[in-house]
């Protein structure tokens, strides 16, 4: 009994996280908008290689705070992705951060 209840809880896990991934977006609900802006993010500079794009620097929601992601020259994961940055929208007494992604 133990053995069915465990791997249907799997199951369950399991398809969740597939759904979540299917759905585009990741959110998380923070209590409040990210700290303003700050320089320093990172300097744009000069490509280091072919087919690398600059992300700008942005505040991102990582265990239970705002923590400052630098800017930096990355290659996308497959041809012609195109980076959206995060955000945050108003969502009842709080916010919803919605993690960046390549699209």
Do not use: I
């Amino acid at each position: 009994m133990k053995q069915k209840a465990l791997l249907l809880a799997s199951v369950a896990v399991t398809l969740g996280a597939l759904s979540a991934c299917a759905g585009g977006y990741s959110y998380y609900t923070v209590p409040g908008p990210p700290p303003s802006p700050v320089y320093g993010y990172g300097a744009v500079g000069v490509a280091p290689g072919p087919g690398y794009v600059w992300v700008n620097g942005y505040s991102d929601w990582r265990g239970g705070r705002w923590v400052t992601v630098r800017g930096a020259w990355v290659r996308p994961p497959r041809p012609h992705a195109v980076w959206v940055a995060p955000s945050y929208r108003p969502y009842g007494r709080g916010y919803r951060y919605y993690a960046g992604r390549w699209r």
